[in-house]
């Protein structure tokens, strides 16, 4: 009988193969990226050689420009996020936020990471119906098109300078994507059950995202987990590990306790993590959660 360890790698290529070897096919540098960037030392030499000196990068930043978020303290969230991979603290003004809230009541969804899987929230049950599955997760992408708020999150300056500094280049915008996680009683399939271990993430050498809370967030109501310093100290059977993906166990027994933060908050509380941190997501209990991500990175990529 297969390990958990290698149980866990057959059902993630047989899921993932065609999409991966697509991905490398369309573009060889990503391959390269996606094989060296889970081993530090060369995450860390590839980051030396791409980053931009200070010069060519505060030549294109602009400074002082127009924000949602004047008081933020542009110096103090790049030292954290470069001591422990993460700062907290960087909260929606009302108007954006009930703009977004707005938003996700109107748009189409894919469930459980599957484009097929299209419905919107007012036929959530019908449409689960329909494709025989129950939703766990629903994710709207590139909402920035047609929502000006998200828009101009990602073009916000400050938020801006925090990716600019700390990716050490001009950040590329990947992404603003809303998703939804929604309480379930059934076990979670394949396609979406990684969410809910501890991982990290590998779309760029590195990469950040900043996070909004757009409903209230209590204890054990899908709040996100991550792991302080795990971006900069990863066992060495983390980094070869083909599956990027630990046990609660073998976190908590590496970092201890004491580096495992759960993020709770209010609607509007928002985080910037680098997602090469170990990181998951928890299950609600009784209600939804809705969280919005604006993804910056060092590189774009063909796909």
Known sequence: MMSGYYQRLWSKLKRKCLQYSYQAIADPKWFVMFCATRIQILRSLAILVT??????????LEQGGNTLFPSLDVNKVVEHLKKDGLFFGINL????????????????????????????????EKSELKYQQIFVTANHIHSSLICPAIKKLENDSKLREIATKYLETI????????????????????????????????????????MFYLTDVPVSEGNHVFVKGSHRNKRLKDQFSLTRDSTDMGIINY????????????????????????????????????????KFAMNSYLF
């Open 255 to 294: 970092y201890g306790h004491n580096n495992i933060e759960n993020i709770y908050g209010k609607a509007g509380c928002g985080f910037v993590e680098d997602f090469y941190c170990f990181h998951k997501l928890t299950l609600p209990m009784s209600r939804s959660r809705l969280i919005l991500e604006v």
């Open 51 to 60: 980053k931009h000196s200070s010069a060519q990068i505060y030549q294109d």
């Open 93 to 124: 003004p009302s108007d954006i936020l009930h703009e977004v809230l707005a938003f996700s009541t109107q748009v189409e969804y894919h469930a459980n990471s599957n484009p097929k899987l299209k419905f919107t929230l007012s036929d959530k």
């Open 171 to 210: 950040p590329v915008l990947l992404d603003s994507q809303i998703r939804w996680t929604f309480p379930v009683t059934v076990p979670l399939n394949e396609a979406v059950r990684g969410f809910f271990n501890f991982h990290y993430d590998l779309e760029d050498y590195r990469f950040i995202k900043f």
